[in-house]
């Protein structure tokens, strides 16, 4: 019976067009879920990678487009260096088991970010599963990592410059200035959801985000369900969005 009301739902969900098509999540809280068990961070952000998994997921069976998540930020550099070691190994982790099931899962992934710090194991992973990408259609998840949204400005705005002096570019619109950055031909997100309680950006989509609409809860990443998502999508559904008009 509730596994019906659920399908009803679904099915539901899957026919309003005012849906999202894009969601971008900043995956927080990770920490502050591993100390209120006495586990170390990294457990919190092992718990995390599983919540992105069942949450793509259920994107992908709503029929959104796109998912961005906040994985590692330029900033987060400044952590101890054994929580970025153990982060980057759980990355590598999650793509080479992405690289085994994306085809049959049907889900796309793209890295977005800096990735020329990271190392030559994580590269190569992640150039395959962009590779394995390009054969598969429909949804798409965007894996932020050494993402910093200044530093994608900056990057773009050099490239710019460097496309002019070279003579392959001339005037800039906002719609040429947008191909520069790594979000090349992703729409913009509809929908910004941050857990863990705080309300800030910290140097996410800076330029995508003009016309997001933002939601916060207190609630911790690893603990973030499916209903936590459906909630969000249900307050966005009732959100006015008039982009300046009236
Ligand atoms: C988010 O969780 C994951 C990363 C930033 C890599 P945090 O590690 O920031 O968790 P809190 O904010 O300390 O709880
Ligand atoms: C933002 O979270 C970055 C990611 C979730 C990857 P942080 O935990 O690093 O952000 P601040 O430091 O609270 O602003
Ligand atoms: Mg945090």
């Known amino acids: 019976m509730a596994r019906l009301k659920q399908k009803k739902e679904d099915a539901l969900w899957q026919a ?18 591993a100390k209120k068990r006495g586990l170390p961070r990294t457990a919190g952000h092992a718990a995390g990678a599983e919540t992105f998994r069942r949450i793509a997921t259920h994107c992908k069976d709503l029929g959104l487009d796109y998912l961005t998540v906040y994985a590692f930020s330029t900033e987060n550099w400044k952590r101890p260096p054994e929580e970025v070691s153990a982060i980057m190994g759980l990355l590598d982790r999650y793509l080479h088991e992405a690289i085994e099931k994306m085809e049959r899962d049907g889900i796309r992934l793209r890295v977005l970010g800096d990735t020329a710090p990271l190392s030559e194991e994580l590269r190569a992973l992640i150039a395959r599963t962009e590779e394995i990408s390009r054969g598969i259609t429909g949804f798409q998840a965007n894996i932020c990592l050494n993402y910093g949204g200044r ?16 003579g392959r570019a ?27 309680g705080e309300e800030r950006l910290s140097n996410f989509l800076l ?8 939601y916060y809860t207190s609630v911790l990443w690893p603990d973030f369900t499916e209903a936590e998502l459906d909630k969000a999508l249900r307050d966005y559904l009732g959100r006015s969005r008039r982009f300046g008009g009236v």
Not at 178 to 185: E, K, M, V
Not at 207 to 214: D, G, I
Request: aromatic fraction near 12%.
């Open 207 to 214: 330029w995508q985000s003009a016309y997001a609409e933002f």
């Open 151 to 166: 530093d994608e400005l900056v990057r773009a705005a050099r490239r710019y410059a460097a496309d002019v002096a070279a």
């Open 170 to 196: 001339n005037d800039l619109d906002e719609a040429g200035f947008a191909s520069y950055l790594y979000t090349a031909g992703i729409p913009d997100p509809d929908l910004i959801i941050r857990p863990s």
């Open 16 to 33: 309003d067009p005012s849906l999202p098509k894009h969601v971008a999540i900043i995956m927080d809280g990770n920490g502050r879920w």
